[in-house]
């Protein structure tokens, strides 16, 4: 009866950081509540991504045992490492070039000689996303194996 009620909870936790953003954001206090909901609903999707393999529960849901065969917790956590690779990759390489680019800018406005310095700079930010791009799909060609 709660393999029903998995993915309703599943849901409801992603819609409470959209409830808490709805309301306007003026304060500080708010910012943080929001902060603080978006990180419990992160950490609650996780942990039901978590028991639904462990538990055989999409196998028992579906009533093929086909299921339960392609899914495993292994195969389950190795997608989710790739998707953390990609995700923080990327977020890594947009602080760099938000710190970079500006300056950069700035620095060819001073002087346009300057330009092929500041490019290397900023591609080198945008470098970061491309290796954890690498890394995801050698994560994922060997999740198969």
């Given at each position: 009866?709660?393999?029903?009620?998995?993915?309703?909870?599943?849901?409801?936790?992603l819609c409470v950081p959209f409830i808490l953003m709805a309301k306007k954001l003026k304060t500080g206090k708010g910012c943080k509540?929001?902060?603080l909901g978006n990180l419990c609903s992160f950490a609650g999707?996780?942990?039901?991504?978590?028991?639904l393999p462990i538990g055989d529960l999409i196998g028992y849901a579906a009533g093929e045992e086909g299921v339960t065969a392609a899914l495993s917790t292994g195969a389950g956590l190795g997608y989710l490492?790739?998707?953390?690779?990609?995700?923080?990759?990327?977020?890594?390489?947009g602080i760099a070039v938000a710190a970079g680019a500006p300056a950069a800018i700035g620095a060819v406005s001073e002087?346009?000689?300057?330009?092929?310095?500041?490019?290397?700079?900023?591609v080198l930010g945008e470098g970061i996303a491309l290796y954890g791009l690498l890394i995801s799909i050698l994560i994922i060609s060997n999740i198969s194996k």
């Open positions: 009866m709660i393999i029903y009620f998995l993915p309703l909870i599943a849901v409801a936790l509540r929001a902060f999707i996780m942990l039901i991504a978590l028991i490492a790739a998707a953390l690779a990609v995700g923080l990759a990327c977020i890594g390489s002087d346009p000689k300057a330009f092929v310095k500041a490019l290397i700079f900023v």
